[in-house]
């Protein structure tokens, strides 16, 4: 098991709502990336925040956002869900810096939205 | 653009028997290679990756992945085969083009069925 832990485990909201996912990284590590992976596909990668700032970003829109904390934890926001937003959202923490870093992932947040 | 692929969308094996998973990939620049698994419900667990050097590349679990520049692929492999393994296994390019962002690109998965 890595120490990155995610919170909560499930979460039912309703189209149109927003919702805020957090993570927390493992120890020693810096960075911090979001993942969405949808049923039978493999994780999109949706941002990395470094920092404290976005590091860079994947093909999601603006109403998906995110924060890094100073202890380097994270949260992701969701605006307006809709029903394709359904997934299970993967945290992965790492430590920039490292030579082609690996990313250790958290057991991951499952998001329904109906 | 940078890309993965799984051609196997399940891959069955009998316990004790050697197994191989499959990943092609398409990259500019050097290529720099994961392998994840995940079991239900779980997130995703490192294996291995390749960065530099031997191709041949020893991993977690027994797990061992053969880098080949030529035929661009990342092949997974174990000798013997356990109930256990059975799982959805991802290969996983580091992509490049996006700076230093870390952005990893996934394939499909491919899911291991390993049978008594």
């Known amino acids: 098991e890595t120490g990155v832990t995610q919170s909560p485990t499930h979460l039912i909201k309703t189209r149109g709502q927003q919702v805020t996912l957090r993570c927390s990284s493992q120890s020693g590590h810096n960075t911090v990336s979001w993942y969405q992976q949808a049923l039978g596909q493999g994780p999109q990668f949706i941002f990395q925040?470094?920092?404290?700032?976005?590091?860079g970003r994947g093909n999601f829109p603006p109403r998906f956002s995110g924060l890094q904390f100073p202890n380097y934890s994270s949260e992701l926001n969701v605006n307006a869900l809709e029903l394709d937003d359904s997934a299970l959202y993967l945290c992965?923490?790492?430590?920039?810096?490292?030579?082609?870093?690996?990313?250790?992932f958290g057991p991951g947040t499952r998001l329904t939205v109906l | 653009a940078q890309s993965v692929a799984q051609p196997e969308d399940q891959v069955n094996v009998a316990e004790g028997n050697p197994l191989t998973v499959k990943c092609t990939y398409s990259?500019?620049?050097?290529?720099?290679l994961f392998w994840y698994v995940q079991y239900p419900n779980r997130g995703l667990q490192f294996l291995l990756k390749?960065?530099?050097?031997?191709?041949l590349v020893k991993g977690s679990y027994g797990f061992e992945a053969e880098f080949n520049k030529s035929q661009t692929s990342f092949h997974l492999k174990k000798p013997s085969a356990l109930v256990s393994d059975s799982a959805l296994y991802f290969c996983?390019?580091?992509?490049?083009?996006?700076?230093?962002?870390?952005?990893?690109?996934f394939g499909q998965g491919t899911t291991l069925q390993v049978k008594p």
């Open positions: 390749y960065i530099t050097g031997d191709n």
């Open positions: 990259v500019s620049g050097n290529p720099y």
């Open positions: 925040y470094y920092r404290e700032e976005e590091n």
């Open positions: 996983a390019v580091r992509d490049m083009s996006s700076g230093n962002t870390g952005k990893l690109i």
């Open positions: 992965a923490s790492s430590s920039a810096g490292v030579m082609v870093d690996t990313q250790y």
